[in-house]
């Protein structure tokens, strides 16, 4: 369409994950900046083979790997942030009628050490690329390539009606990613909205348009929810009847973040009798270490009991138009009980509402609130998610 | 021993030759700097590893690639020259009582782009640190750890007797690995001659002493010979009765040299008629392309005929004390004719002679040549090479 292209590609199927157990082999505990030396080749495999096959093919290219655009971040080795990107050798082999092949996921620390961005990074340096030549005066889209055609509004395997987006928001993007719809890395989609870069999210093997992820406009507040997502990935502790006294939930969330264990809801209730009820809850890997923690600390708080739960989910639903709409969050909670499904746990924001359930009633759960919030729909050409 | 020691590996076994594969089966004709991006992540790999080992038995570690140190070369990719190597970084990690793990075989060409340095680069890259480092003021040895115990006086599959050399000169070694004693990539000796490095060449899975390839001393005139090397990895072409005029020579060789063949020995021989027999051997597998070009050219040249045979071998006899010992040709060519051997191309230099013999008497010539000029001996406690 003659578009200039500049591609960033992943490593192969499967490299990565052989990568982290070849170093996993070498030591239990390996070294995250040597790690990343190795996880770094999976990603200059695959820029040298889709140069070579371009060239082939008669398109002037060549690889760029982090050190070489170069791609700066921080020295967080194995989660590395993107501190800057330098657009202008990319935008000189683009100038001079070449596709710029760069390595995603890699980059290099002020050392000059390479670090890697973690899962699905090589997202985020799409994203990133895309900010950094917009800001050097280029009009930019950013095209995702992934399994799926796009992102839904809900999970197609277990809503076959389930609807592809043609739109969807920065915002809405960013609260279903991280409640499981996982289409996009996070992080990516922060830096799409910091910069205002939209992302065009498409499969590799179809040529359907996919779901924009982009700047919210008005016409997105028409809807009240744009998506129903799920969790199973949680389990919750609870402890019972703590003394209602200052300081309390410090001690504890202070003593379970310190054990690197990131907790996701917390639902404190009072009660009548100067105790209260704390409950949370964690990654289903994390409940063992987390519980521990909790029941050594339970007799300094006073608390009558501490119960754990691991076969509960999380059920959301987002949108934009929450803002606008009242009462969405109550009729999640009439459609739920109308199920007979009991909620354990309840936590809002602007623009998701979520419900904590018996994993059981997981998938009954999503079907009834894509229902009742009108995301149902014919289904659409391309059909359902691919896996 | 309380030694400072900077490591240099290589790719693990075979792992070369999967990149190589992987690139061939993108494109046949891979862009061979694209290759050097896929070739590199072999060393890529085993320095992060080997620096993940060494850090979990508590010895500080950190690896290097080719762009960190950096080592500079030109932009001949696939088969770069070192140019400049700075040693620096390398001292830097040294003083903090780290151990660098140095990328073997890769570097950096002017643009920032990767190189590789050919097969066996890694062995050039350990004597050009070593050299780097000697330029630095650094009293220094570099050890080439190889599956090999050092340096034989001839392949111990054929003579069982042969002895591991204690040392040998740069010169001998260069002769000995250009005449197939495939030890150490050739260009890493001519780097160690030019900047005089002393290289340890020994077993990686012994502790036996190895041979040390050095400057030349006078003790080492002492023996005539030093090993015995045979190549049959060679062909020769004879042309029959070229017109014995200036420039025959000139037009042969030039359109051989234009198709890339590396043309070995040269023989022409004057006749009485006017006429000259012209024969060259050529690498086996260049032999049909060069014998083409030759029947091409050879009624330009008033040829009789030209003739090719690829059954033959290379038998040769090094040794830095030929200049000083008078007739050491002269007794290789008696102990092969007394065996029945027909010598069918003689090649001298001032460290060698060459045979070109028919291939089937190969064995039994290195035989009744190692035994000729005493270097047989009890077999050394280290035993016969491993392969």
């Known amino acids: 369409a003659g578009h200039d292209v500049i591609v960033v590609v992943s490593a192969m199927a499967g490299e990565t994950n052989r990568l982290v157990a070849l170093a996993h082999q070498a030591a239990e505990d390996a070294d995250p900046g040597e790690t990343d030396v190795l996880l770094a080749t999976g990603e200059q495999v695959t820029v040298g083979l889709l140069a070579i096959v371009l060239q082939a093919r008669g398109q002037r290219a060549r690889s760029f790997l982090g050190f070489q655009v170069p791609i700066r971040t921080d020295r967080a080795y194995g989660r590395a942030r993107i501190e800057a990107i330098e657009a202008s050798a990319l935008l000189a082999e683009v100038r001079r009628g070449g596709v710029p092949i760069v390595a995603g996921f890699q980059g290099i620390d002020p050392d000059g050490r390479v670090t890697t961005l973690g899962r699905g990074g090589s997202d985020t340096t799409g994203v990133a690329i895309a900010a950094a030549l917009k800001m050097a005066g280029t009009n930019v889209v950013c095209e995702i390539y992934t399994d799926v055609e796009g992102v839904y509004t809900t999970d197609p395997n277990i809503v076959p009606s389930a609807r592809k987006l043609a739109r969807v928001s920065y915002e809405e993007m960013l609260e279903m990613a991280s409640l499981g719809a996982k289409v996009l890395q996070i992080r990516s989609v922060e830096f799409a909205k910091k910069y205002e870069v939209p992302i065009h999210v498409r499969s590799s093997f179809s040529e359907a348009e996919g779901t924009l992820v982009t700047k919210e406009d008005p016409s997105m507040e028409a809807v009240a929810v744009s998506g129903v997502t799920y969790s199973k990935d949680e389990a919750k502790i609870a402890i ?68 754990s739960d691991d076969q509960i989910a999380k059920v959301s639903i987002v949108g934009v138009g929450m803002r606008s709409h009242a009462g969405v969050a109550s009729r999640m909670f009439d459609v739920l009980a109308r199920e007979g499904i009991n909620i354990l746990m309840i936590s809002t924001s602007e623009i998701k509402t979520s419900c904590v359930i018996h994993q059981k009633y997981t998938e009954l759960a999503v079907r009834v609130l894509h229902d009742a919030f009108g995301l149902s729909a014919a289904p659409t050409p391309s059909g359902p998610v691919k896996e």
């Open 240 to 307: 019972r009847r703590v003394l209602d006294r200052p300081g309390i939930a410090a001690k504890v969330f202070g003593a379970v973040a310190e054990a690197g264990i990131v907790v996701d809801m917390i639902i404190q209730n009072v009660s009548e009798d100067g105790t209260t009820d704390l409950t949370f809850t964690v990654p289903k890997g994390d409940l063992k270490k987390a519980e521990a923690i909790v029941r050594k600390i339970a007799p300094e708080i006073g608390a009558a009991s501490v119960e």
